[in-house]
């Protein structure tokens, strides 16, 4: 069998259609969009539509998307904005956030002028939701709460309409990091009363390098990246044409094929779970697997012996690619700090995450692999 590729939380492959929407920018439409002539109209153009295509997708103005380089440029740009320009001196945050928010948190938290907590998580890894209303109602600061609206290594799904009305009770800027959700969900942001929020296209089968930050326009901030008017003046730098198209075009087609996609999506996940049970007893799975979680993650763990300790590099020469954790912590001598904040003891945890391009017979045939390697 060819790769089995069951690591889709860290990338998808670029969708065929996408391809096809992005290359004529990258061609013969070449045109720099801050240029007054016909090629650099024509791109304005492009860019415009996408805006207004992820504006509709997300029920928001075009106005209110900012195009940024992914998730992590995002979610810096909302953290240093809350800090510099709306005035929030205390940070929340939880310890299974993704390192593009804690190592953004950590940098700007001087433990004076400003400062953080940790919500506490429940035994399942969802957010103490009691913790985080007494940690807002005791801070005379003000607060953001940033919560990523699904975790990326243990899928679980944030109550993302019961924080956003703690942080309106308390008066708190709330920023969501979706990049699991964006492309994967409805999200209708006019249900969802939040400030900012961040998603990357290689997340659903669009480009790598290309991203968006949802401003809510009741809020003026300040640029992150400075020397130029694009973005009306919020992000400097000529735009990625092609990769912006691409998001657009990707989340159209997310959005077009939702229902049916995800319902395939689920049973793999749904089939991978029975399988796992039946075929390795000792498995057990991190996170609120069968709740009020993704249905394209499964993170598992299994026991720790001297012929597990080696599970992914054996998976790996078995031509199957999966996680040990994030994709960003891959290959790094430090375990899941998602697992270690699950405080799920010694085990060898691995997550698998699912596209519409997996199959059963895939799954089979990492059960089979699994079942000789461990």
């Not at 061609?27 to 539509?49: C, D, I, K, M, W």
């Not at 909302?78 to 950590?106: K, M, P």
């Not at 009741?218 to 020397?227: D, E, R, S, T």
């Not at 094929?257 to 991190?286: G, H």
């Amino acid at each position: 069998m060819e790769k089995i590729y069951l690591d889709n939380a860290a990338t998808t492959s670029l969708d065929r259609e996408v391809l096809d929407a992005m290359l004529p920018y990258m061609t013969t439409s070449f045109g720099n969009p801050s240029s007054v002539y016909s090629y650099g109209r024509e791109t304005r153009l492009a860019v415009e539509t996408a805006r207004k295509t992820v504006a509709r997708h997300l029920n928001v103005k075009p106005g209110e998307i900012f195009f940024t380089s992914g998730g992590t440029e995002s979610n810096n740009t909302a953290i240093s904005a809350s800090i510099r320009d709306l005035g929030c001196t205390h940070i929340i945050t939880s310890g299974i956030e993704h390192h593009a928010v804690l190592h953004t948190v950590e940098h700007y938290c001087d433990g004076e002028k400003i400062t953080s907590g940790f919500v506490k998580l429940l035994p399942d890894g969802h957010v103490d939701l009691k913790d985080l209303e007494q940690q807002l109602a005791a801070q005379d600061r003000k607060c953001l709460v940033t919560l990523m609206h699904a975790n990326n290594e243990i899928g679980n799904l944030l109550a993302i309409n019961a924080v956003s009305a703690l942080c309106r009770k308390y008066g708190a800027v709330f920023h969501s990091d979706c990049v699991q959700t964006v492309g994967h969900y409805p999200i209708d942001l006019e249900r969802i009363d939040v400030d900012f929020i961040s998603a990357s296209g290689h997340k659903f089968h669009g480009p790598k390098g290309a991203g968006i930050l949802y401003v809510n326009s009741n809020l003026q901030i300040k640029p992150f990246i400075f020397g130029g008017g694009q973005e009306r003046n919020m992000r400097a730098g000529t735009e990625n044409v092609y990769g912006i198209v691409g998001f657009a075009k990707a989340l159209d087609l997310a959005m077009a094929n939702y229902e049916k996609e995800s319902a395939y999506i689920r049973d793999l996940k749904d089939y991978m779970i029975t399988q796992l049970q039946s075929k390795i007893p000792s498995v057990k799975f991190n996170g609120d697997y069968k709740g009020s979680c993704l249905y394209t993650v499964l993170s598992a763990s299994f026991p720790l012996t001297e012929r597990s300790e080696m599970l992914l590099f054996n998976l790996d020469i078995h031509n199957i690619c999966v996680s040990g954790g994030s994709a960003c912590s891959s290959g790094a001598s430090q375990g899941s700090h998602v697992i270690a904040a699950l405080d799920a003891g010694d085990a060898v945890p691995v997550r698998f995450s699912f596209s519409k391009y997996n199959t059963k017979e895939e799954i089979d045939h990492t059960i089979d692999a699994l079942k000789e390697l461990i």
